[in-house]
């Protein structure tokens, strides 16, 4: 499950970077915004999962046109300027929820509860439930971006993005919807993972962090990767402290993409910058 | 002989860009590079100057064995270089371009340049002094203090050109210095490029032009598909049957 | 390249009132005053750094090694101070250099990335000896320099951010400054010039790591507890902002940058939880109207008016 998390989240960001050329560092910011406006939907507002997810990835989708537009159409072509906007917007993101949340992590009820039992173990429904949701959504992404126009100006952009202008994409248009998207999945990610664990400004960096290993582990650019490069982080997270003591699990962890990104930059499947 | 290759070959994945040449260039020569698109001439001027590593073969310079060196090692003993996409300092003015490249012959060890020792400030006098005159012997004055970024295409080949002689080289590579010029700029690169041969360098020069290439060189190389395939004076190469069907296939021997 | 002058005058003036200053600031204000100090170390040392042409997102790191290895040897094993804090420098710098041995290869995005990571895992380190290091909690009961007053390390960190700030001044406006720059502009034509292009860099990478160790040991033995999370991510990102807000094209950059931004919260007693807001719009500001920076804004707010003079003018002719 928490492989299909992250390349859910992971996906967004490579999907913006791919076709904006952007490195949003505030995806994991977003992540976690999306979190929470779930929760606001779902407890205060009571309105149960299946209306608060979707409304969740509306909202979040329009906050992905609004800073495709605002704050990362002005600079495109100068990665220094959109770095340094990401980190501003990371900065106004957690204080906002540091504001507004507070220390205390939020939690949601599970979406499904009980466990179900298969070959001998026992398996949380609710995990499961989101794991399946998830899923049937990356499918569902997967055939859009596949048979759609907008999935083939997409890919056109993200292959050669003067090219895909002169042939008459709206390369605004497609930025935009992109932005939107991959906001609205970190945002879902947010709200399905509130549902499993619980929600704290902290997810925010580290989130970020995983995704950004994942899309090493990838390959910068390269959308397919993502598949893997998301079940391998998910598998060695879930599987490494089992062999290494927690302690030495998270420097080592680091490291090990740290060294990725020095020896093959471009990861596994990625194609040069 | 100041330059020889032998055997110089590099691989792009299966593809030899540069097959086996050998080549050698003798000191105050002007050697001409040519062929067609693709042939691989700047490939062969990267692995000279060291920004690629030959595949196999060797490269020697000046007695030195340079086949494994890296591009600044190039730079100090002696082998100079230029672009042909201009990589400038673009946020220096063109003075400050050309000061810059004397870096060789600076001093930047940390004590010099914390305590302003004797010795580097006559240092920087002599950077500043022999900068301006490499400004005004290519013929840039006007532009001195305009930033690099804003000069004209091809005042930017000639700064190029002024920041390579700073490394005061015995071998000077030129990579199209004339390419994408009018002719008043040209001929402004051309008397530039003479007047540093005159000065006593070598110079290899790869170039598009081909009269021009013929009009200024001593010898000429001709390369096709990464590999020699001929060499001699302008004339030699003029009438060479391989040449001609190299640019314009099929039969023209003239 | 644009040159701020500001007049030795001005720099000496600035310097006696700076000096003058425990006459009539309370202790508090002298507190606040020796952070800004260490943070201009940092955010200097940072600048070292970005001009060539790299941009660290784990400054705060060198910071942190050197706030512990000072901590620790001083503490654990009973050197002095003057003994253990160059000692944090001089690791900073050793980890600095070690770190841009293959760091330096890596271009813009993915040096950014791996130092965004490299910050992160020293962050994590602590864990590893826990006895040593306090863990995440936090390492207490440091040995500090001087007594209860603040007087004495208002003077000693003055001193040490002058004398900072002196030396990289004159690295940066040296021979070596311009290499170093010239490295960022072009590796390409650094390298054809002679310029060990990644030599240079991890030169750089060498030098901000040790004013960043220095300044986190300064801090160690002033404060007197050190703990990861003021070393980490945020506080990394938090330098950057203050040196890009200030403007990074000019020496006085990241002074001004910090100075005003550092103090934002203290200035909002009270209202402490909105400042990031304000130190972001700052950061806003600078991206989307003063590209100089804090430093430009003078020049700015004169071509604006300029502007406007010259509109004015048309709309007359016209």
New interface residues.
């Given amino acids: 499950m928490t492989s299909s998390i992250y390349i859910l989240v992971a996906l967004g960001f490579a999907l913006v970077f791919s076709v904006m050329r952007i490195?949003n560092f505030a995806h994991g910011a977003i992540y976690m915004i999306g979190g929470f406006v779930a929760y606001n939907f779902w407890v205060p507002l009571g309105l149960g999962p299946w209306v608060s997810l979707p409304l969740t990835m509306l909202t979040m989708g329009l906050f992905g046109l609004f800073i495709e537009r605002v704050c990362f159409r002005?600079?495109q072509k100068d990665?220094?300027?959109a770095?340094?906007?990401a980190?501003?917007l990371?900065?106004?993101l957690?204080?906002g929820a540091?504001?507004t949340v507070g220390p205390l992590a939020k939690g949601m009820p599970p979406l499904v509860r009980g466990s179900i039992m298969t070959v001998g173990v026992s398996i949380p429904a609710d995990k499961l439930a989101v794991l399946l949701i998830v899923c049937i959504l990356l499918a569902v992404l997967v055939l859009f971006i596949q048979k759609s126009k907008f999935g083939q100006a997409m890919l056109a952009i993200a292959h050669d993005a003067d090219a895909a202008s002169l042939m008459g994409v709206n390369i605004h248009r497609i930025s935009g919807l992109v932005c939107a998207t991959g906001c609205a999945l970190a945002g879902l990610a947010g709200g399905l993972v509130g549902s499993v664990l619980v929600l704290d400004v902290a997810i925010a960096?580290l989130m970020l962090?995983k995704i950004?290993a994942v899309v090493?582990l990838a390959g910068?650019g390269s959308i397919g990767g993502i598949w893997a490069g998301g079940l391998l982080l998910g598998a060695v997270d879930a599987l490494g402290p089992y062999f290494l003591p927690?302690?030495?699990y998270?420097?080592f962890a680091?490291?090990l993409?740290?060294l990725i990104?020095?020896i093959r930059?471009q990861g596994f499947f990625g194609r040069e910058? | 002989m100041l330059l020889r290759t032998i055997g110089l070959t590099r691989y792009f994945g299966g593809l030899a860009a540069v097959s086996n040449v050998d080549m050698s260039i003798d000191e105050g020569q002007i050697v001409g590079l040519i062929g067609p698109n693709g042939a691989g001439k700047t490939t062969l001027i990267n692995l000279i100057s060291g920004f690629l590593r030959p595949s196999s073969g060797s490269i020697i310079f000046d007695g030195h064995d340079v086949t494994r060196m890296k591009p600044h090692l190039h730079a100090r003993i002696g082998i100079g270089r230029c672009f042909q996409a201009i990589p400038l300092f673009a946020e220096f003015t063109t003075f400050e371009n050309i000061v810059a490249s004397f870096y060789l012959s600076a001093d930047t060890s940390l004590w010099g340049s914390l305590f302003n020792t004797r010795r580097y400030r006559r240092k920087e006098k002599d950077i500043l002094k022999q900068a301006e005159e490499n400004l005004e012997f290519v013929g840039l004055r006007e532009v001195k203090d305009e930033l690099g970024k804003n000069l004209p295409h091809g005042h930017q080949k000639v700064l190029d050109l002024a920041a390579a002689l700073a490394v005061k080289p015995k071998l000077l590579l030129l990579d199209e210095p004339i390419g994408g010029m009018d002719q008043d700029e040209a001929d402004l690169a051309l008397k530039a490029i003479k007047r540093v041969h005159a000065g006593g360098a070598t110079i290899l020069l790869v170039e598009h032009n081909v009269s021009v290439v013929m009009g200024l060189c001593d010898r000429i190389v001709v390369i096709n598909y990464g590999r020699k395939i001929a060499e001699g004076t302008p004339e030699e190469v003029r009438g060479n049957a391989e040449v001609i069907r190299a640019y314009f296939g099929g039969d023209y021997a003239a | 390249m644009k040159r701020n002058r500001v007049s030795g005058f001005g720099i000496v003036g600035v310097i006696v009132l700076l000096s003058l200053a425990p006459l009539f600031l309370e202790s508090y204000y002298l507190h606040l005053a020796i952070l800004v100090f260490i943070y201009v170390m940092m955010t200097s040392s940072l600048r070292t750094i970005y001009i060539s042409g790299q941009m660290s997102l784990g400054h705060a790191a060198s910071m942190a090694i050197g706030a512990y290895t000072s901590a620790m040897l001083a503490k654990h094993l009973g050197w002095p101070m003057w003994f253990t804090m160059p000692l944090g420098g001089l690791a900073a710098m050793i980890v600095g250099v070690l770190v841009g041995l293959p760091f330096s290869r890596l271009r813009a995005i993915y040096f950014s990335m791996a130092s965004l990571f490299f910050g992160m895992m020293v962050t994590t380190l602590v864990a590893l000896a826990p006895e040593w290091t306090g863990h995440y909690a936090g390492l207490p009961a440091i040995p500090r320099l001087f007594g209860f007053s603040k007087v004495p390390y208002y003077y000693f960190f003055l001193a040490l951010v002058l004398l900072t700030l002196l030396i990289l001044y004159r690295l940066e406006h040296s021979r070596l400054g311009m290499t170093v720059k010239s490295v960022a502009q072009s590796y390409l034509a650094a390298s054809s010039r002679g310029i060990n292009e990644r030599g240079i860099r991890i030169l750089s990478l060498g030098i901000g790591g040790f004013f960043a160790g220095i300044a986190g040991a300064g801090y160690a033995h002033y404060a007197g507890f050190i703990a990861p999370e003021s070393f980490g991510v945020m506080p990394s990102i938090f330098l950057l902002v203050y040196l890009l807000a200030g403007g990074k094209g000019s020496f006085a950059g990241p002074i001004v940058g910090t100075a005003v931004l550092y103090l934002i919260p203290y200035a909002m007693a009270g209202f402490e939880g909105y400042a990031p807001f304000f130190q972001a719009a700052a950061l806003f500001a600078v991206l989307y109207l003063i590209p100089d920076g804090i430093v430009g804004l003078p020049r700015q707010i004169m071509s604006w008016v300029r502007r406007l003079r010259d509109r004015k003018k048309a709309e007359y002719a016209a």
């Fill in positions: 490195m002005p600079f990665f220094e300027k770095t340094v906007m980190v501003g990371i900065i106004v957690k204080t540091d504001l960096n962090v950004i090493i910068i927690n302690v030495i998270d420097p680091l490291a993409v740290v990104l020095v930059p910058m």
